[in-house]
Each structure stands twice: as structure tokens, then as C-alpha cells.
């Protein structure tokens, strides 16, 4: 760990690894989806897609040799065509994401990182990092099945790391 310099595609692959194993992106996803069904930006989008299916549905008539599963797969097909998930997803991450970003997801991040890289210093005992070396976890974006990791060092440019969340 020592020998790898900050934003090394390894060291970022080991911190976001170790932060999968602390349990940490679990954590967030769960934090995340027990506030989701409470939010105005949710609220909204399954009203519309609810609306966008019984409007679509209207249109059809029910017969027993309808195919059930042609009719699933067009109307997916139209609601995502509409671009109403994009922005309803964009307006449920900005609802229940981004304010717990800064104040709960990166002071976790931060510790769990710290702790990897200085392992056996209490987080109390951590130096303060010199410019030069300091690695900042710049954004973590949960997503379904993924996570977005920034890390950010003032002597390399940034390097994204994109990891399936277990």
C-alpha cells in the first residue's frame, strides 16, 4: 500500500474493495432506500409511470388471446423511451442522495479509508495528510448495482473508479 502513489488504479481498487468488505456501500443502500418511498420525487414518478401504464392500457382491449407479455414489453419499452425514469430517478437522487453525501457518506468513507491506509492508528492518532500525498474521496454515487468512486490527489488528476456494489 505504502509503495502505490495516490489515485493508483490498485490502491483505489483495494480502498473501494475493503470499503465493500466494511459493509459500508450496503449500509448507504439501505439508508438510501428507506427514505425513497417518502420523498415527493418518488411520490411523483410512480404516480406518472402509473398514469402513463393505465393511459396505454386504455387503448387496448382484453381478450384472451392478447399476448401479455408483447404488451409488458412495448410498455417498458415506451417508459423508457419517454425519458420520465431518467428524470425522475435524477430528481429522487437530488431528494434522498445528495443531502446525506457530504454530511454521512463521506465522513464514513473518509474513517473506513484512513483506517485502511494508516491500519493499526486509531482515527484520533491520524497525521494530518500533507497536500502533496492527501486523498480525498471526491463523490460516491450509489446506483443499482454500482458505485462511482472519485479519488482525488493534488499532485495527479482525478482517476473514476466504476465498481458493481455486492
Request: charged content about 20%; overall charge negative.
Amino acid at each position: 500500500m505504502a509503495g502505490l502513489p495516490p489515485g493508483d488504479p490498485q490502491l483505489v481498487s483495494m480502498i473501494v474493495n475493503h470499503l465493500k468488505t466494511q459493509g459500508l456501500f450496503d449500509q448507504f443502500r439501505r439508508d438510501c432506500l428507506a427514505d425513497v418511498d417518502t420523498k415527493p420525487a418518488y411520490l411523483n414518478l410512480k404516480q406518472r409511470v402509473d398514469n402513463f401504464v393505465s393511459n396505454h392500457l386504455s387503448n387496448h382491449t382484453w381478450s384472451p388471446q392478447l399476448n401479455k407479455n408483447q404488451l409488458r414489453n412495448n410498455i417498458r419499452q415506451l417508459v423508457l423511451q419517454s425519458g420520465m425514469l431518467e428524470q425522475g430517478v435524477d430528481r429522487i437522487v437530488a431528494q434522498v442522495v445528495d443531502p446525506k453525501v457530504n454530511h454521512i457518506f463521506r465522513p464514513q468513507v473518509e474513517k473506513v479509508v484512513n483506517q485502511f491506509m494508516s491500519p493499526g492508528t486509531s482515527t484520533e492518532e491520524l497525521p494530518v495528510p500533507m497536500p502533496s500525498t492527501e486523498i480525498k474521496v471526491d463523490a460516491i454515487i450509489p446506483q443499482q448495482g454500482a458505485c462511482d468512486v472519485v479519488v482525488q490527489s493534488p499532485s495527479h488528476p482525478p482517476i473514476n473508479y466504476q465498481s458493481d456494489v455486492v
